[in-house]
């Protein structure tokens, strides 16, 4: 009981939020590279290039030369056994990756100094937020010319509404950092020039701020603006606060370079200090804690026809308690029954092995027989309990689809009910008459494509798709009477979700507002009741 505590303790589960382009797949590929997993950095940069490699089960992915969807690395540092979920980083993200949030304990927010905050930062910031998980930030791309640090903080202050606490800060002057302060340690480290790219680990000199040596090395100018920096941010900044970092109400900042490993090596330490480990999840039957000894998980995302050769269909899961061993017999709450775990896959910088354990905070992959779905719960026998639905997150893109041939409808119904189940799109339906065809909702438009591409290679079936000029949706509750009878609606259109709930498609905010202040009877959320 308590080795298994201390396991869990030392599990570090965690995704890497940022807008394309910020360096996410270079960072991941460093901290691989610290954590010893991989040799030579450039293994997971070649992931882009020669993506084939490892997933040429979908095409599209080779296409684009983008990743569609997550799996997860896992390496140990310093004792700690590190998962760390790889999302998306395409500009049309996906539902899949707010998914991949739900399984994160933490999230690390990855921000171009150049840049500052993006677009889908804010976006997955917002996401993060709403589940209350620690959101820690990493300034990426210091080697080059960027944004002040201070301007920085205010920036993600005023755009992300979070306070920003830097636990180091960039020596030196912006273009050529040499090294950062550590501001618990009073410390600072430099940094060697990096001759090889960042390839390998990089090599620093870390002594006192106050130490003569070091105020020499850096030149009299440097030293003296570092000083006032730190003089400042203890006077005019926050006090670190951990209750708040844990709250998600404070983000720890860090400064570094994922291409040059500037920063990586102090950000990665500090980061595995800080990040919370397995906490407990809230099941129908309360709060299930991560050290009991029984078993528990839910899956989180389902990867299909990874291999086209196979068919087969992966569900990932997430652990939250117990330990988890090759061929135990699980409850799956949403079918009722009782199923076997025989060959669970982990992955370890894109291999997949099969493993004999696993305990919360870890990730594996199941062979699905076609019946789990997105949020699922698997419990040990007996027990009997369900996880927390899981969020659906409000579609902003619409389309009508149809089977090109009518003839294929018996396929058509077939592919979209199972990607309906993954969690491919989410799917409506026209409420006034039975139509032939589906309103289909996404997060981002590449859903659309992996929707069309697997519809025809896995289920044979062309689609006829017509993208609708609506961006939001708000499900409708109240009377029936006065939702069936609402006023001023010309402009949307009425459909019905699977579970036969109200919903209406307009274009835009302002056009909700204009509807819901003339049907006073009827209430517009944002998602659906109850999820
Ligand atoms: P992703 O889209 O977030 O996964 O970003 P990538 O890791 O693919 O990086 C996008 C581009 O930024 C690539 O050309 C990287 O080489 C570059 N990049 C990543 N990190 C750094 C960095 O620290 N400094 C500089 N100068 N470029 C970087």
Known sequence: MEELELTINKRRTFAIISHPDAGKTTLTEKLLLYGGAIRLAGSVKSRKAAKHAVSDWMEIEKQRG????????QFDYDGYRVNILDTPGHQDFSEDTYRTLMAADSAVMLIDVAKGVEDQTKKLFHVCRQRGIPVFTFVNKLDRYGKNPFELMEEIEQVLGIRAYPMNWPVGIDGSYVGVYNRQQAQVEL???????????LPSTMGSVSDPAFRELLGESVH????????????????????????GELTPMFFGSAMTNFGVRPFLEEFLKLAPAPVARISSEGEINPASEEFSAFVFKIQANMNPAHRDRLAFIRICSGKFTRGMSVYHAQSGKAIKL????QFLAQERTIIDEAYPGDIIGLFDPGIFGIGDTLCQEGAKFTFQDFPVFPPEQFAKVQPKD???????VKGMTQLTQEGAV?????????????????????????????LKNEYGVELLMDRLSFSVARWLTGDEQAIKSMKSIDSGMMIRDIKDRPVLLLSNEWAIRW???????VEFLEIPPNS
């Open 191 to 201: 940094f060697a020039k990096d001759g090889a790219h960042g390839q390998s680990v």
């Open 224 to 247: 003296a603006a570092l000083c006032e920096d730190i003089e400042l941010l203890d006077m005019a900044g926050d006090a670190f606060d951990y209750d708040l970092v844990a709250a």
């Open 515 to 521: 509807v819901s202040e003339r049907n006073p009877g």
């Open 426 to 454: 989410q799917v409506f339906r026209q409420s006034e008459f039975a139509s032939e065809a589906f309103i289909i909702g996404v997060v981002g438009s590449l859903q659309f494509e992996v929707l069309e591409y697997r």
């Open 66 to 73: 983008i990743s569609v969807t997550s799996s997860v690395l």
């Open 342 to 345: 025989a060959q669970p896959q």
């Open 406 to 412: 009518t003839m294929k409808r018996k396929q058509f």
